[in-house]
Antibody, heavy 126, light 107 residues
Framework: EVQLVESGGGLVQPGGSLRLSCAAAGFTFNTYDMHWVRQVKGKSLEWVSGIGTAGDTFYPDSVKGRFTISRENAKNSLFLQMNSLKAGDTAVYYC????????????????????WGRGTEVTVSA | DIQMTQSPSTLSASIGDRVTITCRASQSISDSLAWYQQKPGKAPKLLIYKASSLESGVPSRFSGSGSGSDFTLTISSLQPDDFATYHCQHYSSHSYTFGQGTKVEIK
């Protein structure tokens, strides 16, 4: 079964750090771009980082310089290192699968996210 | 940055109704638009990509249309399982933007 399972969320003080993990199963992890998307309770979704199959990384301005996305293909794992956390970073963080890329090229479903994990909750509070 | 505006924010409908949700981009985005369904406490589920392509396994009562800056998600006959929040999403220049969501409630 294709699945993503996040872990590592919890309560952290403002200014603190947290490292989220996402374990992938049921597909060839190293052939997909991977992403983190967060959702403040009751609010909409916000993309917070992406990493390509070649390890290229992308961030929105809201987290650039504070968050670092990485992947360990040998362990089918995705990570998000979050530093200098603020109250506004409080949210459920989802791991999501993006574009498929092989040696023959990339196939994208319109740059959408077709598989999502159940999320891990991060609370930044004193 | 391109902004995505969904309307309405909340929609009340009955079983069997035809439901239409709109997503408007602040500038033309070709067909670079996806739609997701999200139920409370659950992750989003991809319904439509490239504005009108139905994701595998999604019921055919869901359809997407539009190009340029105006897009719609249509549910042809609302079913009990369809009461949820729907989000649109756009990609441009290594950045992904979501709409604010539309909650479909029971009338």
């Amino acid at each position: 079964e294709v699945q993503l399972v996040e872990s590592g969320g919890g309560l952290v003080q403002p200014g603190g750090s947290l490292r989220l993990s996402c374990a992938a199963a049921g597909f060839t992890f190293n052939t997909y771009d991977m992403h983190w998307v967060r959702q403040v309770k009751g609010k909409s979704l916000e993309w917070v980082s992406g990493i390509g199959t070649a390890g290229d990384t992308f961030y929105p301005d809201s987290v650039k310089g504070r968050f670092t996305i990485s992947r360990e293909n040998a362990k089918n794992s995705l990570f998000l290192q979050m530093n200098s956390l603020k109250a506004g970073d409080t949210a459920v963080y989802y791991c999501a699968r993006g574009t498929y890329c092989s040696s023959d090229g990339c196939y994208t479903k319109g740059m959408s996210f077709d598989i999502w994990g159940r999320g891990t909750e991060v609370t930044v509070s004193a | 940055d391109i902004q995505m505006t969904q309307s309405p924010s909340t929609l009340s409908a009955s079983i069997g109704d035809r439901v239409t949700i709109t997503c408007r981009a602040s500038q033309s985005i070709s067909d670079s638009l996806a739609w997701y369904q999200q139920k409370p406490g659950k992750a989003p589920k991809l319904l439509i990509y490239k504005a009108s392509s139905l994701e595998s396994g999604v019921p055919s009562r869901f359809s997407g249309s539009g190009s340029g800056s105006d897009f719609t998600l249509t549910i042809s006959s609302l079913q009990p399982d369809d009461f949820a929040t729907y989000h649109c999403q756009h990609y441009s220049s290594h950045s992904y933007t979501f709409g604010q969501g539309t909650k479909v409630e029971i009338k």
